[in-house]
């Protein structure tokens, strides 16, 4: 029973390279949700994906940054032309099919993928 | 801006001490809070929902005060195995959820 997979966890570039960032969510899941914590700070919101749809960017830096969730295969988290400031933890997180009400879905996490941009 | 504002601690405390961490949430449109767990370098776990009508789960007991949008976890008979980063996390809408930036738990033997 596979939990969130994120992939590479550890992920080294240089100034100005490209930075991939993939993710599975749970079987069963379709839902997924981005967020970035920098050091000694608290998770904060990115972007949220159902399969071939973006439904909520607003976390997004306007630049750079660009998200897709695709019918096959991960999510992708892509930022172009990285920055020393885009040193991060980046967490995906998925649920299940949103069920209504005023709850919000139980979100699971991936183990995150840590990049450091020299 | 919604927040939610949390003491970071850290809090040290021995073994099979009781701790109690509280938050405190901005946005009074907020109808879904828990409270996860960080440890170092990894990622959050969800510790427990919060209630309005307060709940426990084992040595965990959460309560919510919406008339002071103010969130609590108590912890009992502390364990070293608590030693973690714990998130106050309020949620409004399906999906929009804002973490706190956490409260350090040391529990020392």
């Known amino acids: 029973n596979a939990g969130v997979m994120q992939n590479p966890r550890h992920l080294v570039r240089r100034r100005g390279q490209e930075a991939r960032l993939r993710c599975s969510p749970m079987?069963?899941?379709?839902?997924v949700y981005w967020y970035r914590q920098l050091p000694e700070e608290g998770l904060k919101f990115m972007v949220y994906?159902?399969?071939?749809?973006?439904?909520?960017e607003s976390g997004m830096p306007k630049e750079r940054f660009s998200a897709e969730f695709p019918k096959e295969g991960p999510s992708i988290l892509r930022i172009q032309q990285v920055v020393r400031g885009d040193s991060a933890a980046y967490f995906c997180?998925?649920?299940?099919?949103?069920?209504?009400?005023?709850?919000?879905?139980?979100?699971?996490f991936g183990a995150g993928s840590r990049l450091t941009v020299l | 801006r919604k927040e939610v504002e949390q003491d970071p601690g850290p809090f040290n405390v021995p073994e099979g001490a009781t701790v109690a961490f509280n938050c405190t949430y901005s946005?009074?449109?907020?109808?879904?809070f828990f409270w996860y767990r960080q440890d170092c370098r990894k990622e959050p776990k969800l510790l427990m929902s919060?209630?309005?009508s307060g709940n426990e789960d084992g040595r965990f007991t959460a309560q919510l005060n919406r008339a002071s949008q103010y969130i609590s976890l108590l912890i009992r008979d502390s364990k070293l195995s608590d030693s973690a980063t714990y998130l106050c996390?309020?949620?409004?809408?399906?999906?929009?959820?804002?973490f706190g930036k956490g409260t350090k738990l040391s529990v020392i033997p």
């Open positions: 997180a998925s649920s299940p099919l949103v069920t209504g009400g005023s709850g919000a879905n139980v979100l699971t």
């Open positions: 079987k069963g899941h379709s839902h």
């Open positions: 994906l159902q399969k071939e749809n973006i439904i909520d």
């Open positions: 946005n009074s449109a907020s109808q879904s």
């Open positions: 919060v209630y309005s």
């Open positions: 996390v309020a949620g409004a809408g399906s999906y929009q959820l804002t």
